[in-house]
C-alpha cells in the first residue's frame, strides 16, 4: 500500500496551526511534506496565479501551493470562516479552496470548514480529514485531541517567552502583525532579524488562540475581524510595557488598513511605525526607516530619563 503523503504550504494559517497540523498527522502516522521558506522564486511563482491586486501574502500562498503540487498526494487547505461567534476572517481565507481547486485543477485538496456560526466545528473538521485518509472516528479523535494538547501549550509557551522579554534591560518592540507575515522569511523575519542584530529584545503579537480577557473596544467597539483582534489583544496587554510597536501589513490588505489607523489614532503612549511591505518592496529602504524608528524611541528614552532625573532633585 502507497503511503500518503500530505502537503502543508508554508505560509497564512501554518504560522498560527502548525503545532495543530504537524501533531494530528503525526499521530495518525501520516508523512507530511513542508513547502521551504519563501523566496523570491516561491513569490515569482505564485504571483503568475493571481491577479495583480491580490495582497502579498495570498501570492506567496499561491507560491507554495506551486512548489507542493507534483510532490504530494493531498495539499491541506482548510476553510476557516468564523472561530468566534459574530466574528469573521479576511475573505481570502474563505476563497482559498475554491481559487487552489479551480487555479491547479491537478491536485488533490485535504479540506475541512470551520464556520461556528454553521455549526462546523474544528473537531468535526478533522473528523472528516481522519474519515478521508481511511481513519476510524476513534483514531481521529484521539490524534486530535493530543494534538489539541500540545498546540494550547504552544501557544501559553509563546506568552511566557514574551513576558520573560519584558524584564530585560534591553529597547523592548513589539512587531504586531499577523503570523503569517511576522515570520515570513520575505516578509516579517528580516525585520525581526535586524531588530536582534540591533540589540533589540524583540515582542511579537502572534500570541493568542483565545483573546476574551482583554477588551478590544480600546481600539474599536466594532471590529470583527478574529486575527485582527488577536493582534489588537497583544498590543493592549503589552503597549505599557514596551518601547515602540512596529505595525507590519501586506500590500493591499483591507482589514489590517483600517485596523492599523485605528490602532495608531488610538495608541498615543508608544511610538508606532507602520510598514507595509508589497512585491517590489526593498530591504534597503526598510532599513532606512527600521534605524530611524530605533533613534527615535533612544531619543525619547534618554528625554524622558532627564525629565525624571530633574523632577527627583
Not at 488577536?230 to 518601547?243: E, S
Request: with cysteine.
Amino acid at each position: 500500500m502507497k503511503k500518503v503523503i500530505v502537503g502543508i504550504p508554508k505560509a497564512l494559517l501554518f504560522y498560527h496551526y502548525k503545532s495543530l497540523w504537524l501533531e494530528f498527522f503525526n499521530n495518525l502516522q501520516i508523512e507530511v511534506l513542508i513547502s521551504p521558506d519563501t523566496n523570491k522564486q516561491i513569490l515569482e511563482n505564485g504571483s503568475k496565479h493571481v491577479v495583480d491586486e491580490a495582497c502579498l501574502s495570498l501570492k506567496i500562498f499561491m507560491g507554495h501551493i506551486d512548489y507542493l503540487k507534483d510532490k504530494v498526494d493531498y495539499i491541506l487547505i482548510p476553510r476557516i470562516e468564523c472561530v468566534k461567534l459574530n466574528e469573521k476572517v479576511c475573505t481570502n481565507f474563505l476563497a482559498l479552496y475554491d481559487l487552489v481547486n479551480n487555479v491547479f485543477n491537478d491536485i488533490k485538496i485535504l479540506n475541512y470548514n470551520v464556520d461556528l456560526e454553521k455549526g462546523e466545528s474544528q473537531v468535526d473538521g478533522f473528523i472528516k480529514i481522519g474519515k478521508e485518509l481511511g481513519f476510524s472516528y476513534i483514531q481521529t479523535l484521539s490524534a486530535y485531541n493530543e494534538a489539541l494538547v500540545k498546540f494550547k501549550k504552544e501557544n501559553q509557551k509563546k506568552i511566557s517567552i514574551n513576558d520573560k522579554k519584558l524584564e530585560s534591560d534591553k529597547l523592548k518592540i513589539l512587531v504586531a502583525a499577523h503570523p503569517y507575515n511576522l515570520h515570513d522569511a520575505l516578509i516579517g523575519q528580516p525585520i525581526i532579524d535586524y531588530l536582534k542584530q540591533e540589540n533589540i529584545s524583540v515582542l511579537t503579537s502572534d500570541i493568542y488562540d483565545d483573546y476574551s480577557k482583554f477588551d478590544c473596544k480600546e481600539i474599536s467597539k466594532t471590529i470583527y475581524w478574529t486575527y485582527n483582534k488577536r493582534i489588537n489583544a497583544a498590543i493592549l496587554k503589552y503597549k505599557d510595557f514596551i518601547d515602540g510597536i512596529i505595525l507590519l501589513s501586506t500590500f493591499p490588505c483591507g482589514p489590517d488598513s483600517l485596523c492599523n489607523e485605528l490602532i495608531i489614532r488610538k495608541i498615543k503612549s508608544v511610538p508606532i511605525l507602520y510598514i507595509t511591505k508589497d512585491d517590489s518592496s526593498s530591504d534597503a529602504g526598510l532599513i532606512t526607516r527600521l534605524e530611524s524608528f530605533i533613534d527615535i524611541i533612544k531619543l525619547k528614552k534618554q528625554r524622558e530619563q532627564v525629565i525624571n532625573e530633574n523632577n527627583n532633585n
